[in-house]
């Protein structure tokens, strides 16, 4: 009975590679959300999806593309990967996209290690 | 724009007593959320708790409670007879009503000792 999952957990590649990760939640909610976490753990919003359309996009190299097929699934995928981009990179949804209420729940994080 | 403040990198705390982790924020939105996430070492982020603008009493969940206080905006998570397991990252986040992403603090880890 997962809510937010991701795959895979771990991802090691080479630099200049190209990778996905894919996130599905089972909740029923609208919007979907890209976060990263870097190795002080701070963690930053990228993208965020309302029922597959894009919504935010902060400021992220566009080597970094989302895509949603349907308003249950948001992948991530990653052209050229950097040394750079290692981080974690945790997908999250919520029921509405308006409203300081909309609580956000997590997956459990997939970690990325560019070699 | 939000932002939050966690001022303690660390906090050590015995089994069993009171802790409370500080958070302060800064935002001109009047309508606003603040959320405690936890990230144990095994990495997964937890939803603990929930507080509202508009709310007039304090949040609690369990052995969680927030300590709002709006004219000092500060939103400071208690636990309270810690366990073992309480041993953790805690990040404090903010939500505005105009903008759906979630800010982060800097986190506070926590180590609960015998």
């Known amino acids: 009975d997962t809510a937010v999952s991701q795959t895979p957990k771990y991802l090691v590649t080479q630099m200049g590679n190209d990778k996905s990760i894919k996130c599905e939640q089972n909740?029923?909610?609208?919007?979907m959300y890209w976060y990263k976490q870097d190795s002080k753990k701070f963690l930053k919003i990228m993208f965020s999806?309302?029922?597959?359309?894009?919504?935010i996009n902060e400021t992220v190299p566009n080597r970094f593309s989302p895509k949603s097929p349907d308003k249950a699934h948001l992948n991530l995928h990653i052209n050229s990967l950097e040394l750079g981009d290692s981080a974690v990179y945790f997908c999250?949804?919520?029921?509405?996209?308006?409203?300081?209420?909309?609580?956000?729940?997590f997956g459990p994080g997939t970690r990325l290690t560019v070699l | 724009a939000q932002k939050i403040t966690q001022t303690q990198p660390g906090m050590f705390v015995q089994e069993k007593e009171a802790v409370t982790l500080d958070c302060t924020y800064d935002?001109?939105?009047?309508?606003?959320?603040l959320f405690w996430y936890k990230q144990p070492s095994s990495g997964e982020m937890i939803f603990l708790i929930y507080?509202?603008?508009?709310?007039?009493q304090n949040a609690t969940e369990g052995r969680y409670s927030l300590n709002f206080q709006k004219a000092r905006k500060s939103a400071n998570l208690v636990i309270s007879a810690s366990q073992l397991g309480d041993s953790a990252m805690y990040f404090c986040?903010?939500?505005?009503?105009?903008?759906?992403?979630?800010?982060f603090g800097t986190g506070t880890r926590l180590q609960v000792t015998l």
């Open positions: 999250a949804s919520s029921h509405d996209l308006t409203g300081a209420a909309d609580t956000q729940y």
């Open positions: 909740l029923g909610h609208d919007t």
């Open positions: 999806y309302n029922n597959k359309e894009l919504i």
């Open positions: 935002t001109s939105d009047p309508s606003y959320g």
């Open positions: 507080q509202g603008s508009y709310d007039q």
């Open positions: 986040a903010g939500l505005t009503g105009t903008a759906s992403k979630l800010t």
